[in-house]
């Protein structure tokens, strides 16, 4: 008889990507610079109300492949488009450590950086992303990731399920990354920028 394997990963659950009490990115302007975490001797910590705003992930040791999902506001109009495509940046970089046995200190490497775009499928009603029911603007799901720069383990930034309003998803290799660090900014790219962002994540 054969035996029945259920892969681990099928049950790891999204996590909404927050710190504190804050849920958005909503940091203007550019993203950190590539060299901005090539050295720390303690290690970098999040923070979304302080600049430059990035998330910082620690996947498990198990952990192969790390799935992005983006959120933003306002939600995409169609009615005014193409005028109104709420528009940000995203920067990526993995994170190593260096030890001598007692005092651990880190390097990372910048993995590369896409374009993500709002969409109109909203998070209404939930309790664990933005629902628009408090102060924080309900999320949207993203409708389009673009990478600009992909610099990240082979086979790179593989995009899942980038059709219209189908909400993709963003995979990279994690194995050998310790953590990751995420940035967001909010960008226009030739278009409006959006007000807030956000993501999801998972390991897979």
Same mark, same amino acid.
């Given at each position: 008889?054969?035996?029945?394997?259920?892969?681990?990963?099928?049950?790891?659950?999204?996590?909404?990507?927050?710190?504190?009490?804050?849920?958005?990115?909503?940091?203007?302007?550019?993203?950190?610079?590539?060299?901005?975490?090539?050295?720390?001797?303690?290690?970098?910590?999040?923070? #979304?109300?302080?600049?430059?705003?990035?998330?910082?992930?620690?996947?498990?040791? *198990?952990?192969?492949?790390?799935?992005?999902?983006?959120?933003?506001?306002?939600?995409?109009?169609?009615?005014?488009?193409?005028?109104?495509?709420?528009?940000?940046?995203?920067? +990526?970089?993995?994170?190593?450590?260096?030890?001598?046995?007692?005092?651990?200190?880190? #390097?990372?490497?910048? #993995?590369?950086?896409?374009?993500? &775009?709002?969409?109109?499928?909203?998070?209404?009603?939930?309790?664990?992303?933005?629902?628009?029911?408090?102060?924080?603007? &309900?999320?949207?799901?993203?409708? +389009?990731? &673009?990478?600009?720069?992909?610099?990240?383990?082979?086979?790179?930034?593989?995009?899942?399920?980038? *059709?219209?309003?189908?909400?993709?998803?963003?995979?990279?290799?994690?194995?050998?990354?310790?953590?990751?660090?995420?940035?967001?900014?909010?960008?226009?790219?030739?278009?409006?920028?959006?007000? *807030? #962002?956000?993501?999801?994540?998972?390991?897979?």
């Amino acid at each position: 008889m054969a035996t029945k394997v259920n892969p681990v990963t099928q049950q790891i659950a999204w996590t909404y990507a927050t710190e504190g009490a804050n849920v958005y990115f909503d940091q203007t302007g550019a993203l950190s610079d590539p060299q901005t975490y090539t050295y720390a001797a303690t290690n970098w910590l999040s923070q #979304l109300g302080a600049s430059p705003q990035r998330i910082v992930v620690t996947p498990s040791v *198990e952990c192969n492949n790390l799935a992005l999902k983006f959120v933003g506001s306002p939600a995409y109009s169609v009615l005014t488009a193409p005028t109104n495509r709420y528009r940000g940046l995203v920067g +990526i970089w993995g994170v190593s450590q260096v030890s001598d046995g007692s005092n651990p200190e880190f #390097l990372g490497e910048v #993995l590369g950086s896409a374009m993500v &775009e709002v969409g109109i499928v909203g998070a209404s009603g939930s309790s664990i992303m933005p629902d628009g029911n408090g102060t924080p603007p &309900e999320a949207y799901f993203c409708r +389009i990731i &673009e990478p600009k720069i992909d610099r990240s383990l082979f086979p790179g930034f593989r995009i899942v399920g980038n *059709e219209q309003e189908a909400c993709p998803i963003l995979l990279l290799d994690a194995m050998g990354y310790k953590h990751f660090i995420i940035e967001m900014r909010l960008s226009a790219e030739g278009q409006t920028a959006a007000s *807030e #962002l956000g993501f999801l994540y998972r390991e897979i």
